[in-house]
């Protein structure tokens, strides 16, 4: 079965540089959730979007941006990168059914700010 | 608004002895929970799931939760602890606030099992 899928899968980046990450949710998800997870820290949510509008929003820094596209797939922009920015970026959806609530995590994009 | 509380931040036991990690819950709605794992340096892994069926889930690896509403708790149980149980878990509420709403994920703040020879 199709799972959720993150690319890239690591990314190595200098301090003030852009990164992209991009997550393809599970085929007829409708709801994309971003999270980040610091070393030895639990995921902190940072936005999520429902039928390609943003539906809530969490600790997200200003520099960060993301959106949800026709596809439903969806990037989360990372602008005047940080130190602190090193973490694991995980993405989750879920499918559109009543009841069936359950969230999908991708394997996570590991971002590593030097 | 919702939350999750997980009460311990970290348990320890020996291998072969019962676990149990608690988690208790507060929800506007009739919200969907669920219990992840997540080895060192792995994503997150669904364990068990309760969407408003049975009280009491069977997950993967002998784990089990029951949902209880009058606790508003979701704990985690697992009868004998293997070596390959250590690693950390998290308690996520799932709520979906009216008909063709979109989801709302709340995570606990996750508890560390290790267990010991």
Known sequence: ?114 | AQSVTQLDSHVSVSEGTPVLLRCNYSSSYSPSLFWYVQHPNKGLQLLLKYTSAATLVKGINGFEAEFKKSETSFHLTKPSAHMSDAAEYFCVVSDRPGSGGYNKLIFGAGTRLAVHP
């Open chain 1, 1 to 114: 079965a199709a799972g959720v899928i993150q690319s890239p899968r690591h990314l190595i980046k200098e301090k003030r540089e852009t990164a992209t990450l991009k997550c393809y949710p599970i085929p007829r998800h409708d709801t994309v959730y971003w999270y980040q997870q610091g070393p030895g820290q639990d995921p902190q949510f940072l936005i999520s979007f429902y039928e390609k509008m943003q539906s809530d929003k969490g600790s997200i820094p200003d520099r960060f941006s993301a959106q949800q596209f026709s596809d439903y797939h969806s990037e989360l922009n990372m602008s005047s990168l940080e130190l602190g920015d090193s973490a694991l970026y995980f993405c989750a959806s879920t499918p559109p059914e009543e009841g069936n609530t359950e969230a999908f995590f991708g394997q996570g994009t590991r971002l590593t700010v030097v």
